[in-house]
DNA sequence: TTAATGACCTATC
DNA sequence: CGATAGGCCATTA
């Protein structure tokens, strides 16, 4: 089992309409210092379609747009779809589509 | 086994 | 306040 394992989990956790963050992901994964780890995993992505990479952002709600999975407007567009807010400067409302950590239902 | 790389984050000048 | 440098951990060659 290598690390990439565990963040691949976090992230396919990620319910739909919601954003999660490297640092967040790393902490899920068990390591809050994986943040780096976590963007190599998901650089990979072995696979595709699984997981939903495009959920995954910087704390700023962006990312690199050269190494965008299909560039930045193309990620846009998969989180409007999927219900995610939008902030005026182009990245995901941290304040309202953050993944608080929990799935949809395990809320006590 | 050693060295190099990386979709990050934090602190400092 | 803006930009730069460094540090952290795991994977790959």
């Known amino acids: 089992m290598t690390a990439f394992e565990k963040i691949y989990d ?3 956790q990620i319910p739909r309409g919601k ?3 490297y640092g967040m992901i790393a902490h899920l994964a068990g390591n ?3 943040a780096r780890v976590v963007g190599y995993a998901l650089h990979v992505n072995p ?3 699984v997981i939903p990479c495009h ?5 700023f709600g962006g990312m690199a747009p050269a190494f965008a999975f299909g560039g ?3 990620q846009r567009e998969l989180l409007e779809g999927e219900g995610v807010a939008f902030t005026p400067d182009g ?13 949809e239902g395990e809320l006590s």
């Not at 959920?55 to 704390?59: F, K, Y």
Request: hydrophobic share 40%; proline share 6%.
């Open 47 to 49: 696979e595709p379609g």
């Open 72 to 74: 930045e407007q193309r």
């Open 55 to 59: 959920r995954v952002v910087n704390r």
């Open 10 to 12: 976090v992230v396919r």
């Open 19 to 21: 954003v999660a963050t």
């Open 32 to 34: 809050p210092r994986w």
């Open 91 to 103: 990245n995901a409302d941290l304040a309202q589509c953050l993944w608080n950590g929990l799935k």
